[in-house]
């Protein structure tokens, strides 16, 4: 049964890989990234303007109008992290890890370049009259199926450093129901969108497959295979 639901509590964000067409690129080792320590996600639709016509007859008075409505494009985004997640960051802006002599990850060089884009979801926590809902409707999922990130600034301080990426989701009609599944089918196939967003159950945990596998609250993980 529908419910009236609020939502806070922005509890977990994770990033995949694309193909050049949009479609996820499946059984894809490092191919996704997650972080359960994200502090805000701004969402900030962007549109483009109508026309307006007005002809004018040879007596001075107006003959014709029209005025074509507003478009939305997409949007822009800005994701704000707690933690400085570098495998998260490097998958997010399509730049270069840093690797010890250990083979571990611990850096990431910024470059000039624009990555290529990436699946973009991100999950809060769904209320009800200021109570949490209980499952299957535990959080709103919000997926954004083509995302193209930039580093934004960034404050050393002394207090915690915040992670900010600045983000332009783009409208796609190929994602289908995302690298892990989880997008519902119901959405229309074929039909073009930049944001969507719906109640569940499912969100990464540290301690459930295939998130354990780095026994960590961030970093890379494995994109699965195909269960479509």
Same mark, same amino acid.
């Given at each position: 049964?529908?419910g @009236?639901y609020?939502?806070?509590? %922005? =509890?977990?964000?994770?990033?995949?890989?694309?193909?050049a067409?949009?479609? &996820?690129?499946?059984?894809? *080792?490092? !191919?996704? $990234?997650?972080?359960?320590?994200?502090?805000s996600?701004?969402?900030? &639709?962007?549109?483009?303007?109508?026309?307006?016509?007005? #002809?004018?007859?040879? =007596?001075?008075?107006?003959c014709?109008?029209?005025?074509?409505?507003?478009?939305?494009?997409?949007?822009? %985004?800005?994701?704000?992290? @707690?933690?400085?997640?570098?495998?998260?960051?490097? %998958?997010?802006? !399509?730049?270069?890890?840093?690797?010890?002599?250990?083979?571990?990850?611990?850096?990431?060089?910024?470059?000039?370049?624009?990555?290529?884009p *990436?699946?973009?979801h991100? +999950?809060?926590?769904?209320?009800?009259?200021?109570? $949490? *809902?209980?499952?299957?409707?535990?959080?709103?999922?919000?997926?954004? &199926?083509?995302?193209?990130?930039?580093?934004?600034? #960034?404050?050393?301080?002394?207090n915690?450093r915040?992670?900010?990426?600045?983000?332009?989701?783009?409208?796609?009609?190929?994602?289908?129901?995302? !690298?892990? !599944?989880?997008?519902?089918?119901?959405?229309?196939?074929?039909?073009?969108?930049? +944001?969507?967003?719906?109640?569940?159950?499912?969100? &990464?945990?540290?301690?459930?497959?295939?998130?354990?596998?780095?026994?960590?609250? @961030?970093?890379? *993980?494995?994109?699965?295979?195909?269960?479509?």
């Amino acid at each position: 049964m529908y419910g @009236c639901y609020t939502s806070a509590d %922005l =509890c977990a964000v994770r990033i995949s890989a694309l193909n050049a067409d949009g479609t &996820p690129i499946f059984s894809n *080792v490092d !191919g996704s $990234a997650y972080d359960l320590s994200p502090i805000s996600l701004q969402i900030n &639709p962007t549109s483009s303007a109508g026309d307006t016509f007005e #002809q004018r007859n040879g =007596c001075g008075d107006i003959c014709f109008t029209r005025t074509n409505a507003d478009t939305n494009t997409g949007a822009d %985004l800005v994701l704000q992290l @707690c933690q400085i997640d570098y495998e998260f960051i490097a %998958l997010a802006l !399509g730049t270069s890890i840093i690797i010890d002599g250990s083979a571990e990850n611990i850096g990431v060089a910024y470059g000039t370049a624009t990555g290529n884009p *990436v699946e973009f979801h991100a +999950w809060a926590k769904t209320y009800s009259d200021s109570s $949490a *809902v209980a499952s299957p409707r535990t959080y709103v999922h919000h997926v954004f &199926p083509n995302v193209t990130w930039t580093v934004g600034s #960034q404050t050393l301080q002394q207090n915690a450093r915040i992670v900010t990426l600045n983000g332009t989701a783009s409208a796609s009609s190929t994602i289908g129901d995302g !690298g892990f !599944g989880d997008i519902p089918e119901t959405i229309q196939p074929g039909i073009a969108y930049y +944001w969507a967003e719906f109640v569940a159950d499912d969100i &990464p945990v540290a301690t459930a497959a295939p998130y354990n596998a780095n026994g960590l609250a @961030c970093g890379y *993980v494995d994109t699965p295979a195909n269960d479509s």
